[in-house]
T-cell receptor
Framework: QKEVEQNSGPLSVPEGAIASLNCTYS??????FFWYRQYSGKSPELIMS????GDKEDGRFTAQLNKASQYVSLLIRDSQPSDSATYLC?????????????FGKGTMLLVSP | EPEVTQTPSHQVTQMGQEVILRCVPI?????FYWYRQILGQKVEFLVS????????KSEIFDDQFSVERPDGSNFTLKIRSTKLEDSAMYFC???????????FGDGTRLSIL
């Protein structure tokens, strides 16, 4: 069973702090990893993609991937109240010919002013 | 910035009726997807479409569902004989490669009465 696991939260951090969101996945045959942000009642919005082990930084966001541990994380620096949303981890699992994107249930982040 | 557009934003249908959800993917994208999100639950993959045929489908995507690319811009999801449990948000997404980031439309909220 190919699964993506996330702590549902909520994760509460004060404004200006670093928020750390974690995700584990169950299958080793996976090639790409994504973080999406979803505001209540809205569609998933792509934040970061990461394909190889290590860190990838984009503005206030850093994605970290460790394929050996089947672990991917997202760090949000200088958290803002507008960052309050549900963060979805998604993994592209390779099937017979094409990959399918599997989402975790998401972690709710609350940033307090 | 190019975006995926979906119509209608909200569809209300009587149980047993057929519905067609419409999507216009990003113009230079070749891979198209449908996802479903039942209220309070995770985003679930339904089907992927490439080169005018289904490339992958999930267990959810049974004979009740079909997809079509009727012309060079639209991508549709048809649900026949709708059931109460089909009530959900349906998201269309597109990407420019099988393993590449997928960009989501705003979704269609389907309510079955």
């Amino acid at each position: 069973q190919k699964e993506v696991e996330q702590n549902s939260g909520p994760l509460s951090v004060p404004e200006g702090a670093i928020a750390s969101l974690n995700c584990t996945y169950s299958d080793r045959v996976s090639q790409s990893f994504f973080w999406y942000r979803q505001y209540s009642g809205k569609s998933p919005e792509l934040i970061m993609s990461i394909y190889s082990n290590g860190d990838k930084e984009d503005g206030r966001f850093t994605a970290q991937l460790n394929k050996a541990s089947q672990y991917v994380s997202l760090l949000i620096r200088d958290s803002q109240p507008s960052d309050s949303a549900t963060y979805l981890c998604a993994v592209n699992f390779l099937n017979s010919g094409y990959s399918t994107l599997t989402f975790g249930k998401g972690t709710m982040l609350l940033v307090s002013p | 910035e190019p975006e995926v557009t979906q119509t209608p934003s909200h569809q209300v249908t009587q149980m047993g009726q057929e519905v067609i959800l419409r999507c216009v993917p990003i113009s230079n994208h070749l891979y198209f997807y449908w996802y479903r999100q039942i209220l309070g639950q995770k985003v679930e993959f339904l089907v992927s479409f490439y080169n005018n045929e289904i490339s992958e489908k999930s267990e959810i995507f049974d004979d009740q569902f079909s997809v079509e690319r009727p012309d060079g811009s639209n991508f549709t999801l048809k649900i026949r004989s709708t059931k109460l449990e089909d009530s959900a948000m349906y998201f269309c997404a597109s990407s420019d490669g099988d393993n590449q980031p997928q960009h989501f439309g705003d979704g269609t909220r389907l309510s079955i009465l």
